[in-house]
């Protein structure tokens, strides 16, 4: 088991940027010099109610597709 104070650590260097937040957790564990397993670091992550996710940006609309997409949106309401 972690203590509350490692696996805020680990969040908070985890979620410190964006490359930091795509690390796996063999490479956070050696940053951190951890030693403990793979998985109970994750479990403890888990428990915390962290969740690894990283959004994926959405391409830009150009102006003519976006007036297209409205006026379909508009022809079409209820």
């Known amino acids: 088991m972690l203590s ?6 680990i969040i908070r ?5 964006y490359t930091a937040r795509r690390l796996s957790i063999t490479k ?4 951190l010099g951890l030693r403990t397993s793979k998985a109970t670091i994750a479990r403890e992550l ?3 109610g ?3 996710y ?6 830009y609309i150009l102006r003519a597709a976006g007036k297209k997409r409205l ?4 022809d079409h309401r209820w």
């Open 71 to 74: 006026r379909l949106t508009l």
């Open 13 to 17: 260097t985890i979620t410190s940027d």
């Open 46 to 48: 888990k428990a915390y």
């Open 4 to 9: 509350q104070r490692t696996v805020r650590q």
């Open 50 to 52: 962290y969740r690894r």
């Open 54 to 59: 990283v959004a994926c940006r959405r391409p």
């Open 28 to 31: 956070v564990k050696s940053i």
